[in-house]
């Protein structure tokens, strides 16, 4: 069982940056694939960002060069950086962690971003 707790979200004026942190209850060195993923209201939960045990990272195309996704082991961490903000990235954005082997997946509770001026 792996337990993920989000953090970082809150309000942020259009332009802005945040950094979001997933933070992991067990070890993610080499057996998890970390995801972020964004649900705005009435909207479908699709995929942000993600990052594979050998640090290739992937980004859905409406947040390619203004989102960053990076990974500290030694914490059990994950990370997104943020910047350049805009309204439609209002979302509640969650942390998922896939197991490479089984393909389970964990997810956390989600942290509000809202962006607006």
């Known amino acids: 069982q792996v337990q993920l707790v989000e953090s970082g979200g809150g309000l942020v004026q259009p332009g802005g940056s945040l950094r979001l942190s997933c933070a992991a209850s067990?070890?993610?060195?080499?057996?998890?694939?970390m995801s972020w993923y964004r649900q705005a209201p009435g909207k479908q939960r699709d995929l942000v960002a993600s990052?594979?045990?050998?640090?290739?990272?992937n980004y859905a195309d409406s947040v390619k060069g203004r989102f960053t996704i990076s990974r500290d082991n030694a914490k059990n961490t994950v990370y997104l950086q943020m910047d350049s903000l805009k309204t439609e990235d209002t979302a509640v954005y969650y942390c998922?962690?896939?197991?490479?082997?089984?393909?389970?997946?964990?997810w956390g509770q989600g942290t509000q971003v809202t962006v607006s001026s």
């Open positions: 998922k962690a896939r197991h490479v082997f089984s393909g389970y997946n964990y």
């Open positions: 067990t070890n993610i060195v080499g057996n998890y694939v």
């Open positions: 990052i594979t045990t050998s640090l290739y990272t």
